[in-house]
């Protein structure tokens, strides 16, 4: 398969052939189909771990959305496969800058038909890096004065 990678923090992207990625228990092999480019890839290509350890070489890419076509033992893998999902990529292995992606069958989550795989790749980082934007502007806002009728 065709996957970007990255042999070192700050280093240059590149593409390359190599193994399609096997799965484990509790995990499916997804068939990307997008990935948007967020902050914490950024972060990810200048050697921030995230609570992770990666091992370079590494393929980046936090979230994106595929089809699952293979899964692993347990219930949730197997409800997966077939599926059209949204998918986040582990911390400690390769992301979704790759035609297949091997991650944890949490981390995904199947999409309406009415949503499409573009919509999906973007529906799992951005909005809740939206969301903590609004609470920290939130906590940081002076809080309101009171009015005086009068």
């Given at each position: 398969?065709?996957?970007?990678?990255?042999?070192?923090?700050?280093?240059?992207?590149?593409?390359?052939?190599?193994?399609?990625?096997r799965?484990g228990?509790?995990?499916?092999?997804?068939?990307?189909?997008a990935?948007?480019?967020?902050?914490?890839?950024?972060?990810?290509?200048?050697?921030?771990?995230?609570?992770?350890?990666?091992?370079?070489?590494?393929?980046?890419?936090i979230?994106?959305?595929?089809?699952?076509?293979?899964?692993?033992?347990?219930?949730?893998?197997?409800?997966?496969?077939?599926?059209r999902?949204?998918?986040?990529?582990?911390?400690?292995?390769?992301?979704?800058?790759?035609?297949?992606?091997?991650?944890?069958?949490?981390?995904?989550?199947?999409?309406?038909?009415?949503?499409?795989?573009?919509?999906?790749?973007m529906?799992?980082?951005?909005?809740?890096?939206?969301?903590?934007?609004f609470?920290?502007?939130?906590?940081?806002?002076?809080?309101?004065?009171?009015?005086?009728?009068?």
């Amino acid at each position: 398969m065709r996957a970007v990678q990255l042999d070192e923090p700050y280093g240059k992207l590149e593409c390359r052939e190599i193994p399609v990625p096997r799965h484990g228990p509790n995990q499916v092999l997804i068939r990307m189909a997008a990935a948007p480019f967020n902050p914490s890839d950024l972060g990810a290509m200048m050697g921030a771990t995230y609570g992770g350890v990666r091992k370079f070489p590494f393929t980046p890419g936090i979230e994106g959305s595929g089809t699952v076509v293979e899964s692993g033992a347990g219930f949730l893998p197997r409800f997966l496969k077939g599926r059209r999902v949204a998918c986040s990529a582990m911390l400690s292995g390769d992301g979704t800058y790759a035609e297949y992606m091997v991650t944890s069958a949490k981390l995904c989550m199947p999409l309406n038909r009415n949503v499409s795989l573009e919509q999906g790749s973007m529906l799992l980082v951005n909005p809740l890096s939206a969301l903590a934007i609004f609470e920290i502007a939130r906590w940081s806002a002076p809080p309101q004065q009171a009015r005086w009728a009068g």
